[in-house]
Every structure is written in structure tokens, then in C-alpha cells.
């Protein structure tokens, strides 16, 4: 199925997923969706490999537990979430040097915190991985304050993007 994409979230530069001036980086992108769900989609290498020519689990799990967690900023933009419990299925092998799509969702939205679903899908569409995850929220302005994050932390993505997605 084809959905509009509405907004290109921001990126951060030294971000393991998504970070531009990280060499070991994904160099993930994020795409809000029509339908309320965040696409993301990442270029892993070599770097990132378990056994050979397949990514490795923990990339996944990173990649989920990211993506799951900016899904709160499709309804709350200056909200974070801090990851509480993180659980992954993996159902089969990620190939390298072909990109990642992932997608997901909130599933219960409180004042403190936030639960999210998500997948990380293969080509043709099959579902490569699943997670679920709880997260603690905190605004992303106190995080930055926390942390003495400079620009760093969140950056507008200037790169072009895709106005539509397929998603099977």
C-alpha cells in the first residue's frame, strides 16, 4: 500500500542510527505517514554484519527501539521517550548493503509515558523482525539541557526524501 509522506523528521550528528557525522552511523531517515505511523528507512554496511551478509541483531534491535521511540513525536513534537523495557522477535536474516525499512506506531500514550509497537520488514515485504517497547517521556529541550547537547542533538534533515512510500 502507497502512503503520503508528511513530514521528514529530524536527524542528530553523532547518532549511532541516524547521526550524519557518525562514520559507523545507519545514516537512518524518518518519515511520518499519512496513517499515523513513523517509516524509517537505514543503509547498513559492513560494519553493521553478524554473520556474513546479514545484519546483525543488535543493529535491529537499535534500529526498532529508535524508531519505535520517535513514533511519540508524530503527536507530541517536542516529546523524547527514554527507553523503560525493549522486546524483539526476530523471524528472519536482514540482508547488508540493502536498505532497511521500518515501521511504527504508539499503542498507549499517558502523560509519563508511552508504548509502541514496530517491524523491521525485508524487500518483499515479509516481516524480518517485531518489537514492542515502553518509554519515559522527557521534553526534548530538558534532555538537551541534561546532556549539554549543543546542535547536535536534533538537526533538521535537509537531504531529499521520498513524497510517497509503498509499503507491502
Known amino acids: 500500500m502507497k502512503y503520503k509522506v508528511v513530514k521528514k523528521q529530524d536527524i542528530s550528528k553523532y547518532c549511532f542510527v541516524c547521526g550524519t557525522d557518525n562514520k559507523e552511523s545507519l545514516k537512518t ?3 511520518e505517514l499519512e496513517n499515523g505511523e513513523l517509516l524509517s528507512i537505514s543503509q ?3 560494519t553493521h554484519q553478524s554473520y556474513p551478509d546479514r545484519v546483525h541483531g543488535g543493529v535491529l534491535s537499535s534500529i526498532l527501539d529508535e524508531v519505535i521511540g520517535r513514533a511519540i513525536m508524530i503527536e507530541e513534537p517536542d516529546a523524547w521517550g527514554v527507553t523503560v523495557e525493549l522486546n524483539i522477535k526476530y523471524k528472519k536474516p536482514v540482508p547488508l ?3 532497511i525499512k521500518t515501521i511504527a506506531r504508539i499503542t498507549r500514550n499517558t502523560r509519563l509515558i508511552f508504548e509502541g509497537t514496530g517491524e523491521i520488514l525485508l524487500e518483499d515485504g515479509t516481516i524480518a523482525a517485531t518489537g514492542y517497547a515502553k518509554y519515559v517521556k522527557i521534553k526534548i529541550d530538558k534532555l538537551a539541557q541534561e546532556t549539554g ?7 533538521p534533515d535537509t537531504t531529499e526524501g521520498p513524497e510517497e512510500v509503498e509499503i507491502q
Open 29 to 31: 531517515k524518518f518519515y
Open 44 to 46: 547498513p554496511t559492513p
Open 97 to 99: 548493503n540493502k536498505p
Open 149 to 155: 547537547a549543543d546542535e547536535s542533538l536534533m538537526m
